[in-house]
């Protein structure tokens, strides 16, 4: 079975710039959440959503935005790029039986130059 | 307050020795406790979970020590392997999917 998916593995941008990140969930998992990992820390909650709904959000500026698709695959949008955004951006899928088990994709890494 | 403190920071183990790891938390709302693993360059791997019910849970070589009241619990790898080299942050989760993560163990078992 697949686990997790995300695209792009790798971007590069420049600040002020907007980008998109891509989610992809494991078969049978409605539940998507994403994560921002800076490095040599751990992952910080961004959003959580489930059946299309958020349903949590984190301690992130408005720049940061999501969405959850009706096939379950979510996007991750980031508008006005600071240096500072510079990451990897982790999305984790879950069971509507076992939602607090969260398992990740490999994420992608976000250079703002 | 969420926060997850994890200690110590890096960790040097012999090749089959005791990995432990050590993590706290203040919230005592939290009721799942899962451990993950994460490799250069790659996302975190769910290693192990225990649930705030149960006072030791064990998976092969991986055994989390949980202790409710000191509101504590900690991660051993036994016979621990070059392998076993990687990242590794606890985690804690209540009621929802939002997990508040550790801020991580290097951990390198030399030879």
């Known amino acids: 079975d697949a686990g997790v998916t995300q695209s792009p593995t790798h971007l590069i941008k420049t600040r002020g710039q907007h980008v998109t990140l891509r989610c992809s969930p494991i078969s049978g998992h409605k539940s998507v959440s994403w994560y921002q990992q800076v490095l040599g820390q751990g992952p910080q909650f961004i959003f959580q959503y489930y059946e299309k709904e958020e349903r949590g959000r984190g301690n992130f500026p408005d720049r940061f935005s999501a969405r959850q698709f009706p096939n379950y695959s979510s996007e991750l949008n980031v508008n006005a790029l600071l240096l500072g955004d510079s990451a990897l951006y982790l999305c984790a899928s879950s069971l509507p039986s076992l939602r607090e088990t969260q398992y990740f994709g490999p994420g992608t890494r976000l250079l703002v130059l | 307050q969420q926060q997850v403190k994890q200690s110590p920071q890096s960790l040097i183990v012999q090749k089959g020795g005791i990995s432990i790891i050590n993590c706290a938390y203040e919230n005592t709302a939290f009721d799942y406790f899962p451990w993950y693993q994460q490799f250069p360059g790659k996302g975190p791997a769910l290693l192990i979970a225990?649930?705030?019910?149960?006072s030791e849970k064990k998976e092969g070589r991986f055994t989390i020590s949980f202790n409710k009241s000191a509101k504590q619990f900690s991660l051993h790898i036994m016979d621990s392997q070059p392998g076993d080299s990687a990242t590794y942050f606890c985690a804690a989760n209540f009621g929802n999917e939002k997990l508040t993560f550790g801020t991580g163990t290097r951990l390198t078992i030399i030879p």
């Open positions: 225990i649930r705030p019910d149960v």
